[in-house]
């Protein structure tokens, strides 16, 4: 008769966390950044049917990354749960902190009860009238839950998403700047292709709006979106208008072998060729536009 095998709990509990860790390392990182019109969320998504943020209540909103059909249910339960919540109660008294509580205890007991956890990590948050009273809280698969001041980063290559974002992020950036900011942290991941950037089509953005009255969830999508990145990465229209503007004249001096040399500038930053030649057309054009995401 063969005996029963024995795993020790903290045994069982450090496989768990590592199976979900894993799992969730995984996925290209998104980012959840407050800013002058709100809290921005942008991710790396192609599909217009699997979404990673959606509302929640009034002015609160749900990001994930993850396992989709896990966190998904998450979502619904936290719909549900704020539903019930505010008709029972009052509509004030739906709050993101509140929420996170429960997920935590929800995720916690799942972590702990469950042969597998839910491969997930979830932000919920909720946008104040000033940037000062925004909340954003970060709960990963154990249960546990971190209030974030100003930005969060979510899956993937967490470490090296943040640190762009530590180095980077202030208060009161505008809507073009944290999307900027944004497709520039995120840059780097993946398949290797990050020095492409993705187009509208391959990004989903949402938008809390600090001003909306009631519900302040949007998604930016469509020629709204469009024209946020073309804002959000204006390199290529600026180093083309400053190789247009270089001047082509140059004010050389005539030298005893009859040859001239040009030290003309250009008004983009090109650089001057030599014999009176114009600036280089693919020099040095000043661009203000952040990298692509990934």
């Given at each position: 008769?063969?005996m029963p095998?024995?795993?020790?709990?903290?045994?069982?509990?450090?496989?768990?966390?590592?199976?979900?860790?894993?799992?969730?390392?995984?996925?290209?990182?998104?980012?959840?950044?407050?800013?002058?019109?709100?809290?921005?969320?942008?991710?790396?998504?192609?599909?217009?049917?699997?979404?990673?943020?959606?509302?929640?209540?009034?002015?609160?909103?749900?990001?994930?990354?993850?396992?989709?059909?896990?966190?998904?249910?998450?979502?619904?339960?936290?719909?549900?749960?704020?539903?019930?919540?505010?008709?029972?109660?009052?509509?004030?008294?739906?709050?993101?902190?509140?929420?996170?509580?429960?997920?935590?205890?929800?995720?916690?007991?799942?972590?702990?009860?469950?042969?597998?956890?839910?491969?997930?990590?979830?932000?919920?948050?909720?946008?104040?009238?000033?940037?000062?009273?925004?909340?954003?809280?970060?709960?990963?698969?154990?249960?546990?839950v971190a209030?974030?001041?100003?930005?969060?980063?979510?899956?993937?290559?967490?470490?090296?998403?943040?640190?762009?974002?530590?180095?980077?992020?202030?208060?009161?950036?505008?809507?073009?700047?944290?999307?900027?900011?944004?497709?520039?942290?995120?840059?780097?991941?993946?398949?290797?292709?990050?020095?492409?950037?993705?187009?509208?089509?391959?990004?989903?953005?949402?938008?809390?709006?600090?001003?909306?009255?009631?519900?302040?969830?949007?998604?930016?999508?469509?020629?709204?979106?469009?024209?946020?990145?073309?804002?959000?990465?204006?390199?290529?229209?600026?180093?083309?208008?400053?190789?247009?503007?270089?001047?082509?004249?140059?004010?050389?001096?005539?030298?005893?072998?009859?040859?001239?040399?040009?030290?003309?500038?250009?008004?983009?930053?090109?650089?001057?060729?030599?014999?009176?030649?114009?600036?280089?057309?693919?020099?040095?054009?000043?661009g203000n536009?952040?990298?692509?995401?990934?």
């Amino acid at each position: 008769m063969s005996m029963p095998f024995y795993v020790s709990p903290e045994q069982v509990m450090k496989d768990k966390a590592d199976y979900a860790r894993k799992a969730i390392t995984r996925i290209r990182s998104g980012v959840v950044l407050a800013c002058e019109a709100g809290i921005l969320f942008v991710a790396p998504n192609a599909s217009r049917a699997l979404r990673k943020f959606s509302e929640m209540y009034d002015r609160i909103a749900f990001a994930a990354v993850g396992r989709y059909n896990e966190f998904e249910s998450l979502r619904k339960a936290g719909v549900r749960y704020a539903d019930m919540t505010g008709f029972q109660y009052d509509r004030r008294d739906v709050t993101a902190r509140g929420l996170a509580d429960w997920y935590a205890q929800l995720l916690g007991a799942l972590f702990t009860e469950s042969n597998k956890p839910y491969e997930v990590e979830i932000v919920v948050a909720e946008v104040g009238n000033t940037a000062d009273t925004d909340q954003i809280y970060r709960i990963i698969f154990d249960g546990s839950v971190a209030e974030e001041h100003g930005f969060v980063v979510m899956g993937g290559q967490a470490d090296k998403v943040a640190a762009v974002l530590k180095e980077r992020w202030v208060p009161g950036l505008s809507l073009t700047e944290a999307m900027s900011l944004a497709i520039a942290s995120l840059a780097g991941q993946g398949d290797g292709a990050s020095s492409e950037p993705l187009t509208s089509g391959q990004l989903e953005v949402a938008l809390l709006e600090r001003t909306r009255a009631h519900r302040a969830f949007r998604r930016l999508t469509g020629a709204r979106l469009d024209e946020l990145l073309a804002q959000a990465r204006p390199s290529d229209a600026s180093g083309a208008a400053g190789s247009a503007n270089g001047s082509s004249s140059g004010n050389g001096s005539s030298s005893g072998n009859g040859s001239s040399s040009g030290n003309g500038s250009t008004g983009g930053e090109g650089q001057p060729g030599g014999n009176g030649s114009s600036g280089s057309p693919d020099g040095n054009g000043a661009g203000n536009g952040e990298g692509p995401a990934s």
